[in-house]
């Protein structure tokens, strides 16, 4: 297979999990907003809707997930372009490579801290408290989405690419 094939490819497949991540971050904003929307009228007339705080930290969570692996594998994560725009390109592809390996260490550094908290209270069976929404799938997503962050610098980090 040409390494052009190869690239198609991988861009068709970046695309499309770009896509996927959007459209799930999107639905759970939507889902947030809607299940706090209702809490506040239901304040307002008089029926509270129990659990509406749990139920909008979990959306969060998984919004919060798909936007930040969604920005890594779109290449807009925020940067100070105050230094970088003053740098020759020498001095800022190192720089460049050095701060995808902090971003690295920093992002499986977050996964092993869940990990362990994960494999901690593992069997200690953690839920909300109104609606018993069960933290572990939760912990999941989210070691999922800074590991997949992590790789994708890392793929980066291999291929010579700067992030």
Known sequence: MKESDKNGI???FYIKAWRWLFYLGGIALLFAMAVDALAVAGRHIGIPLPGSIELVQAAILVASSAAMLSATLADKHARVRLVMNRMNCGPLAVLKRVQAGFSILFFCALAVGSIWILADLWGGFEESEVLHIPFAPLRIVCIVSVLGVAF???????EGRSS
């Open 10 to 12: 991988k861009q068709a």
């Open 152 to 158: 994708e610098f890392l793929r980066r980090l291999r």
